[in-house]
């Protein structure tokens, strides 16, 4: 290799090294027009196309470079760090100790003392409850010490095995069942609710489903039940949205109680409420150029009655895709 080729090739590496690398979105100064120091809502849909034109705006505006995209993840993730961790003074402490028996004990390792995790396995009285591929399975505790195991029901939560769903998790409240998943073809999250009577078996009463782009993260499961009510999130993604067309706020949809009432090509027939306004979102306090609503949604589970709507209230969150979920009495 000659001299002056040797040369050249160093002069590249120093200019390399020597660039200053564009600023990343994460620092740009320009998000700070469309984020707020205090949680304040959006006042009408056209504030919020108005605020998605103008992220999609700074994001063309944006070059992130390979590099700055390393440097991003470096900054996100000690960030997550740093909320995560607490001063002593702060920090809540949390002893597990046996619990007294209840008419439906918890066997869910909880994060938080009288709030109720999925799961998928619980008790109601004697008897377990047993989540397994879409099935729900009662089974009778045997009295004594050793007390044997009864097989006393099943229920599909599914209404066909072809239909793409995967279901997660099942609460319990009272003698109610919820099953929750997610259908794939409904882009939905799903709610099944059942009634398991006082000899072990299930009677199917209602089904729900929620529009969501996605249903648990990756840290943590979406669904609570506290004081009679239902806690879930689901989220909507609005990053990059054609804000000519109508924005894709959440939809509560009542199925009814039969599997087989409706079929998917009466899928827009079916009653139908919507959960969320504009005016109940949020606008982001962190700096964002893939913004989604992260939807949190309370439900009376203990006030329904089969065959009527759900009565659920819901708020958005205009933040970030990453999220820690927590919920309290």
């Known amino acids: ?28 100064p320009t998000l700070a027009d469309v984020t707020e120091s205090e949680l304040r809502k959006f006042e009408s849909a056209k504030a919020v196309r108005a605020y998605l034109n103008r992220v999609q705006k700074i994001e063309l505006e944006t070059t992130v470079t390979g590099l700055a995209k390393k440097r991003y993840a470096q900054l996100f993730s000690q960030d997550l760090a ?61 009295e004594g010490e050793n007390g044997a195991l009864e097989f006393i029901d099943r229920a599909n939560v599914y209404r066909d095995p072809n239909v793409h769903t995967w279901y997660d998790e099942l609460l319990v409240s009272g003698r ?3 099953v929750t998943g997610y259908s794939y073809d409904a882009n939905a999250s799903e709610i099944a609710l059942f009634t398991l009577d006082e000899k072990g078996k299930f009677i199917l009463e209602d089904t729900f489903y929620i529009s969501s782009d996605d249903y648990y993260s990756t840290e943590n499961y979406a669904t609570r039940v506290v ?29 009814g109680g039969s599997f087989y009432a409706s079929q998917y090509s009466d899928w827009g027939d079916l009653p139908t409420n919507q959960l969320l306004a504009p005016e109940d979102i949020y606008r982001p306090v962190q700096a964002t150029l ?40």
């Open 176 to 178: 109610r069942v919820i």
């Open 227 to 255: 004081n009679g009510k239902f806690v879930f999130h689901t989220p909507i993604y609005i990053a990059g949205y054609d804000t000519d067309d109508a924005l894709p706020w959440p939809l509560l949809r009542h199925w």
């Open 1 to 28: 290799m000659t001299l002056s080729r040797l040369t050249a090739i160093a002069g590249i590496i120093a200019l390399s090294a020597c660039a200053t690398p564009p600023k990343i979105a994460y620092e740009n």
């Open 290 to 329: 893939s913004p989604l609503v992260h939807v949190v949604t309370v439900c009376d589970i203990a006030g329904h009655r089969t065959g009527e709507p759900l009565e659920c209230r819901s708020s958005g969150f205009t933040a970030p895709e990453g999220y820690q979920y927590y919920v309290s009495e």
């Open 82 to 142: 740093e909320t995560d961790a607490c001063v002593e003074e702060d920090c809540e402490t949390i002893i597990v100790t046996g619990s007294r028996l209840t008419r439906n004990p918890t066997l869910t390792n909880n994060q938080k003392a009288g709030v109720d995790e999925g799961d998928i396995v619980k008790q109601i009285g004697d008897y377990l409850i047993i989540l397994q591929d879409g099935g729900l399975y009662s089974v009778l505790i045997g």
